[in-house]
C-alpha cells in the first residue's frame, strides 16, 4: 500500500497544473499538469505567467466577478433557490447529471443525514470556443485563437467557461466554499476524469477535493465508494481526453469545410474517419 500510495504521489508531482491568463478569468489556455492530494486542489490563475497560481484575494474577487455576469441565463433549474445547502460540516459531492445527484442524495440523506449535498455540474464546465465570441479580447488578433489550439506551442488549448454555464459554475463555488470537503464524482471514464480536473480547477482556493466513481448507483456501491473509495485525479485520464478533444478539433476545423464544399453542407468530419479514408485513399493510389 505505501508502494502505491508513493506512486501516486509521484505521478501527480508530475501533473502539476498551471492554467493561463487571458483577458476574461473565465479563460484559461494550456496543459491540466496538476499536483493534486485528497485534500488539496489547484485553482484558476489570472497572471500573466505560465506558472503562477491564483493566490491574491483580488484575483478570485475578479474571478468571482466575472462568472457573475451572466446571471440572466439562469434557469429555474439552475436558480440558486434551489441548491441544497452546503455547511462547514457537509461533504459537497458534485455528479454529471441531476438525476444521478437526485438518487445519490436520497441513499446519502438515508445513510449519513444533513452530512452530504449532491449537486450535478451538467457534464463539461470547461472547452474549447464554440465560437469567435468565446475567444477573448486580447486573444482574437492571434491566427490560432479561433481554432482554440496553439498548434505551434505544444498544442496548447484554450479553455473557456461556456457562457451557459458560468450561473452553474458560480453555484458550484460557492457551495464548495461553504463545504469542509469536495467529492468529484463524476463518471468512471475519460471524459468524467477531465470534468473532474476542470472543476478542481475552477472551485475556490484551498477546497479540500478527492475523487471516487461508481459503477451502479446503488446504496452499497456509493457508500463503499465514499467510505474506501477516495483517491487522486488520473493524469493518464485527463491527458487522453485532452488528446481526443484536441484531435477533434483539429479534424472537425480542418476537414468539415471541405465536406461543405465538396459533398454537403453541414457534414461534420470525425478524428477517426477522416484518417481512416485518407489511409484507404493513399492505398488506393499505389495500386
Not at 36 to 60: G, K
Not at 86 to 102: D, G, H, Q, R, Y
Request: net charge positive.
Amino acid at each position: 500500500n505505501n508502494n502505491n500510495n508513493n506512486n501516486n504521489n509521484n505521478n501527480n508531482n508530475l501533473y502539476n497544473t498551471k492554467l493561463h491568463k487571458t483577458a476574461d478569468p473565465t479563460f484559461s489556455m494550456g496543459h491540466h499538469h496538476t499536483t493534486q492530494t485528497a485534500t488539496q486542489t489547484t485553482t484558476l490563475t489570472t497572471t500573466q505567467t505560465t506558472t503562477s497560481a491564483l493566490t491574491s484575494p483580488d484575483e478570485q474577487k475578479e474571478t468571482l466577478k466575472t462568472l457573475n455576469k451572466n446571471k440572466n441565463l439562469l434557469t429555474p433549474s439552475q436558480s440558486p433557490k434551489t441548491t441544497p445547502e452546503t455547511t462547514p460540516e457537509t461533504t459537497l459531492v458534485i455528479v454529471e447529471s441531476p438525476s444521478k445527484a437526485s438518487t445519490i442524495q436520497k441513499i446519502l440523506s438515508a445513510a449519513y443525514p444533513s452530512l452530504y449535498t449532491v449537486l450535478s455540474c451538467n457534464g463539461h464546465v470547461l472547452d474549447l470556443p464554440s465560437a469567435a465570441s468565446d475567444v477573448p479580447p486580447s486573444m482574437k488578433g492571434l491566427p490560432w485563437s479561433r481554432l482554440g489550439i496553439d498548434v505551434s506551442s505544444g498544442y496548447k488549448p484554450l479553455y473557456v467557461v461556456p457562457a451557459s454555464k458560468s450561473p452553474l459554475v458560480r453555484r458550484l463555488r460557492s457551495a464548495a466554499a461553504a463545504a469542509k470537503h469536495v467529492v468529484l464524482a463524476t463518471d468512471a471514464d475519460r471524459e468524467g476524469e477531465a470534468i473532474s480536473q476542470h472543476l478542481q480547477n475552477l472551485l475556490p482556493p484551498g477546497t479540500a477535493c478527492s475523487r471516487v466513481t461508481f459503477n451502479e448507483i446503488t446504496s452499497s456501491a456509493v457508500l463503499r465508494a465514499l467510505d474506501g473509495g477516495r483517491r487522486n485525479i488520473d493524469a493518464d485520464l485527463v491527458h487522453a481526453q485532452e488528446a481526443r478533444r484536441i484531435v477533434d478539433r483539429l479534424a472537425g476545423f480542418t476537414v468539415s469545410p471541405v465536406l461543405w464544399r465538396k459533398v454537403a453542407p453541414g457534414l461534420s468530419a470525425g478524428r477517426v474517419q477522416s484518417v481512416g479514408l485518407l489511409r484507404v485513399v493513399e492505398r488506393e493510389r499505389e495500386r
